[in-house]
């Protein structure tokens, strides 16, 4: 089947709480749907083992960070457990005006701040099969302190409040069906009428 190439990309925001499984999710969904621009976001806080600079984070220092929220080169920015996280403005308008679904992994601040500027992105929030499974999973990664991971789990139920502002509620029990689940959001989203209008112009 020959579908025209769309006019204009879709832009993806995808969140959850720490130790919900979106790298995995993201790095199966990616293996699936390679026509899909992952953007890598900026942050200030240092790499964990096994990360590699421009691959999972693009790793900067406080200073210039601060530039590039001066200079409003970020299409959004936040300040999560001490550190920044933001994305890119510029290399995101280019993917999406080449008609490429751009996917960004951010947090509900960040999310917020996308919404309020992208009213037409997709928000979609993964969840653990269980809050239990959530703890577990903070500590089964055995790179946090008792502490971090209490922060963390309040921080979970926080950002759960914030759930009733995203599109779609993803569970993350079994990857490939998470990942399934998203790539069928992404479908719906292509079918809506706002976003195939221009296949039937001028008939």
Known sequence: MMVQKKTRGQLIVLSGPSGVGKSTVISELLGQRQDIYFSVSFTTRQPRMGEADGVNYNFVDRAEFERMIAAGELLEHAEYVGNYYGTSLKVIQEKLDAGIDVLLDIEVQG???????CPEAVLIFIIPPSFEELS?????????????????LQKAREE??????????????????????????????????????HLVEGI
């Open 111 to 117: 999310a917020a701040k996308v919404r309020a500027k």
């Open 160 to 197: 759960y409040q914030q759930i009733p502002n995203y599109d779609y509620l993803v569970v993350n029990d079994k990857v490939s069906a998470a990942a399934a689940e998203i790539i069928a959001i992404l479908l719906a989203e292509d079918c809506r009428t706002r976003n195939r209008l």
């Open 136 to 152: 577990r999973r903070l500590r089964g990664r055995n790179t946090d302190s008792e502490e971090t991971i209490a922060g963390r």
